[in-house]
């Protein structure tokens, strides 16, 4: 049935459920016509121009919608499964709460603004979408494919992005609390400034990635690839870091107060300059060959560089004073400089320098409860430097 049937068998007021099922409606003008409930199933809508219709509850499931016009159109419920909407379909302000596009094709479709809240694009192909400012919340994305689709400033909050791919997509200033991303590809995804509190992130990978400013409070990220990202000024604080990978990644000024669980977390050559880390139990953490320990202060990094050491087994429990071939240091009476310049040089020897500027401290200033640091297990050891860390015992005595 093409344009002309079309209008010869029905009035304008009466599309309203009618059945055009494999209707040829190539380049048709149907602005403003009410197809709510309509049975467009495999049409050929292609270049139509559908602005501002009601296709509300319509089904549409494996129509030819590329190239139409549905900016302003109603869809709320419509069936879009396996509908095809790629190159540049306007959708931009449509109305496409809780529609069903699973499995559709959407590439470099228009949807700028557009209400997909409770959609389910399961599946989707919206590689290069412009989905500036939509509103995709509690939409179902799991297993889409996104790649470099433009995502800024839309509300993706409590969705399913899990297994998704947004690969180069931009994210920035978006919000997407409490949504479920784990397993999701952001490899080289713009995510500054972006709102991922309570997220989900559990072995998703976010390799190269750009997180500056953005806001991860709570955020589990667990297992997850965040080598060579940039996390500038990030907040993570109370975030699980457990097996999380930091290989080179910039945490310059990033917020890792009270991080949850960093056992197994590679913070190997990561930048972690002017960053705070006040809280955080790190004696479990890789630090080899980390950059900036020096703003931590001469005191703390000199306990995190002691973990580290403890960690690589290139120190060992023994009586005091403390004896390793020609070294020496005697808690009774060398400072924090004396135990930094230790571990360095037993970590250099095992081929893991970390280097570390610092100012002196009067030797007058000693490990507390030094006796503590020969305990007899290497796990008891631990448990007392990360209460060291976290500040639950102080830090220096006189």
């Known amino acids: 049935m093409n344009e002309k049937e079309l209008l010869d068998k029905y009035k304008l007021d009466s599309f309203r459920g009618a059945d055009l099922s494999e209707a040829d409606l190539r380049g048709a003008n149907l602005r403003g016509v009410d197809l709510s409930g309509a049975n467009l199933h495999g049409a050929n809508l292609s270049g139509a121009n559908l602005r501002g219709v009601d296709l509300s509850g319509a089904n549409l499931h494996g129509a030819n919608l590329s190239g139409a016009n549905l900016s302003g159109a109603n869809l709320h419920v419509a069936d879009l499964a396996d509908a095809n909407l790629h190159f540049v379909a306007n959708l931009t302000d449509a109305n496409l709460h809780e529609a069903n596009l699973n499995g559709a094709n959407l590439i470099f479709a228009n949807l700028a603004g557009a209400n997909l809240s409770g959609a389910n694009l399961s599946g989707g192909n919206l590689r290069g979408a412009n989905l500036s400012g939509v509103n995709l919340c509690k939409a179902t994305l799991s297993g889409a494919n996104l790649y470099g689709a433009n995502l800024s400033w839309a509300d993706i909050s409590e969705a399913n992005l899990s297994e998704a791919n947004l690969c ?140 580290e050491a403890i960690r690589q087994g290139s120190i060992t429990f023994s009586e005091t004073p403390w004896h390793r071939g020609d070294e020496e240091y005697d808690p009774d009476e060398d400072s924090f400089a004396a135990l930094l310049s230790f571990c360095q040089a037993r970590l250099a020897a095992r081929g893991n320098p970390i280097a570390l500027k610092t100012t002196s401290v009067a030797s007058s200033y000693v490990i507390p409860s030094m006796a503590k640091f020969f305990a007899s297990s290497k796990e008891e050891f631990v448990a007392y430097l990360g209460k060291l860390l976290s500040r639950e015992e102080p830090l220096l005595q006189r």
């Open 168 to 307: 180069r997509a931009n994210l920035s200033v978006s919000t997407i609390t409490a949504s479920d991303i784990s397993g999701a590809n952001l490899s080289g995804a713009n995510l500054c400034w972006v709102n991922l509190v309570g997220a989900r992130l559990f072995r998703a990978n976010l390799s190269g990635a750009d997180l500056g400013g953005s806001d991860l409070y709570g955020t589990d990220l667990s297992e997850a690839n965040l080598s060579e990202a940039a996390l500038i000024g990030t907040n993570l604080r109370g975030s699980s870091l457990r097996g999380t990978n930091f290989f080179k990644a910039d945490l310059s000024g990033a917020h890792l107060c009270f991080a949850v669980n960093l056992s197994g977390t590679n913070l190997s050559e990561a930048n972690l300059s002017e960053a705070d880390i006040s809280g955080t139990d790190l004696s479990r953490a890789n630090l080899s060959g980390v950059v900036g320990l020096a703003s931590l202060g001469e005191e703390r990094a000199t306990l995190v560089l002691l973990g």
